[in-house]
């Protein structure tokens, strides 16, 4: 019984991110390169993910916890996922698709949560070791991603609307799937008295008074403004080298080494956070955003190849690294009985707010700046752009971010 829990929940973390790996990283060069919209217009259709990540997963929240079983209201998020992307083919206006994309990601960003929730309840009423049981299922929804990336990129899927149509089968498929899930029924909230502000997760925003607390925050979204420019460029970039390459010709196939280096990292957390603290593990994530995209800049030169695998290797560090460290930092800076506002505040700095402000700006800088006379990209500048504003941030974020290591610090979550 208990490896048939874990396998049931391993499928559904595979295929919650197989139907977002299919599209997120290649969704550029489809509009760019397949069907010649502008930087701005493209980047426009994405900032829908950051939009729709602002306050959709905390209403969804509310509607599973209190009206709806969380596997159903999963279910039907993926099926109407599903079925709005196969809308995408028929779209030829990029105003229109920004629509289309939004409903979609409407349906999809809640899901993400949706699916940690469910695995939560379904493990704990189990009775499984949540902390011990969760890590290696999730890691099933990075290996999703990864292949949805290969199977994109090697059916030639990167420039047509075919990659929307891979996600939407997998939806529909997966929306089907979550009905079969053990029963995660909503827990009485009625006995509890909150008001819509808590509900919403928006009691965290007093944080805001606390200066150590703003200033995380204020550079969670000035870091979150850089956390997607991978997703968004990456592949484009690569798939901008000479056709007859290995680069040019595999481009996802080569970005998905990114996603590799996650699970990798995500590994040696414990020991950095322990050895180097909290401030210093967020620095050396910050760091490696410069690197990132720094050796993105020189990818053109002799030793491009190497440079660029080295900056896909990176990646899980840059990426890992301040995400469950600043989690961690919110953990344990605040009072136990905002911990999960707080955690959603987080989130929406960098995800909502950062990721808004960065597809928007990254986009007009690209259009205004970077394109040559001859409608190419001139990569090596931007990505030069980039390494220089991620530098700012890490050397801002250490001089005016003030927070000493103590080995004590995580003793609490540990455990």
């Known amino acids: 019984m208990g490896k048939s829990i874990k396998f049931r929940l391993t499928i559904m973390s595979f295929l919650q991110f197989f139907v977002w790996g299919a599209w997120l990283t290649t969704i550029f060069t489809y509009g760019t390169k397949g069907k010649h919209w502008s930087y701005q217009e493209v980047g426009a259709i994405f900032s829908t993910l950051a939009l729709s990540s602002i306050l959709m997963p905390s209403l969804t929240?509310?509607?599973a916890d209190?009206?709806?079983?969380?596997?159903?209201?999963?279910?039907?998020?993926?099926?109407?996922?599903?079925?709005i992307l196969f809308f995408v083919p028929f779209v030829d206006n990029p105003d229109q698709l920004f629509y289309v994309i939004f409903a979609a990601m409407i349906c999809y960003m809640p899901t993400i949560s949706l699916a940690n929730s469910i695995s939560y309840r379904v493990l704990t009423s189990n009775e499984f070791n949540v902390l011990k049981t969760f890590p290696?299922?999730?890691v099933w929804g990075t290996v999703g991603f990864i292949v949805a990336m290969w199977?994109?990129?090697l059916t030639g899927s990167n420039i047509t609307a075919n990659q929307f149509v891979f996600a939407g089968i997998g939806a529909i498929l997966l929306g089907i799937y979550s009905f079969t899930l053990?029963?995660?029924?909503?827990?009485?909230?009625h006995s509890e008295k909150k008001g819509l502000i808590n509900l919403l997760g928006l009691d965290a925003f007093k944080l805001f008074a606390n200066y150590k607390m703003a200033l995380f925050f204020l550079f969670s979204m000035l870091l979150g403004a850089a956390l997607q420019l991978s997703n968004m460029y990456g592949e484009s970039y690569l798939f901008s080298f000479p056709k007859g390459s290995v680069i040019g010709d595999y481009s996802g196939v080569i970005l998905s080494i990114s996603q590799i280096s996650e699970t990798l990292f995500i590994l040696t957390i414990p020991f950095f956070l322990k050895r180097f603290g909290i401030k210093q593990v967020m620095m050396m994530a910050?760091?490696?955003?410069?690197?990132?995209?720094?050796?993105?800049?020189?990818?053109?030169?002799?030793?491009?190849?190497?440079?660029?695998?080295?900056?896909?290797?990176?990646?899980?560090?840059?990426?890992?690294?301040?995400?469950?460290?600043?989690?961690?930092?919110?953990?344990?800076?605040?009072?136990?009985?905002?911990?999960?506002?707080?955690?959603g505040l987080f989130m929406m700095m960098t995800n909502g707010f950062g990721a808004y402000f960065g597809t928007i700006a990254s986009s007009w800088v690209i259009d205004k700046h970077?394109?040559?006379p001859d409608g190419q990209t001139n990569w090596s500048g931007a990505w030069?752009?980039?390494?220089?504003y991620s530098l700012v941030v890490a050397v801002l974020f250490a001089v005016l971010f003030k927070h000493k290591h103590n080995p004590t610090e995580l003793s609490e979550i540990s455990h």
């Open 182 to 189: 053990p029963a995660c029924t909503p827990e009485n909230l």
């Open 66 to 83: 209190k009206w709806i079983r969380a596997e159903r209201l999963y279910g039907l998020l993926h099926l109407a996922y599903g079925g």
């Open 370 to 372: 970077f394109i040559l």
């Open 151 to 153: 199977v994109t990129n």
């Open 136 to 138: 290696p299922i999730r």
């Open 286 to 343: 910050m760091m490696a955003w410069v690197i990132r995209y720094g050796f993105f800049a020189l990818g053109d030169t002799s030793a491009g190849w190497i440079l660029i695998i080295l900056s896909n290797i990176v990646y899980g560090m840059a990426f890992d690294f301040f995400n469950i460290s600043g989690s961690m930092f919110i953990e344990t800076n605040t009072d136990h009985s905002i911990r999960s506002s707080a955690q």
């Open 61 to 63: 929240g509310i509607i």
């Open 384 to 388: 030069s752009v980039f390494a220089t």
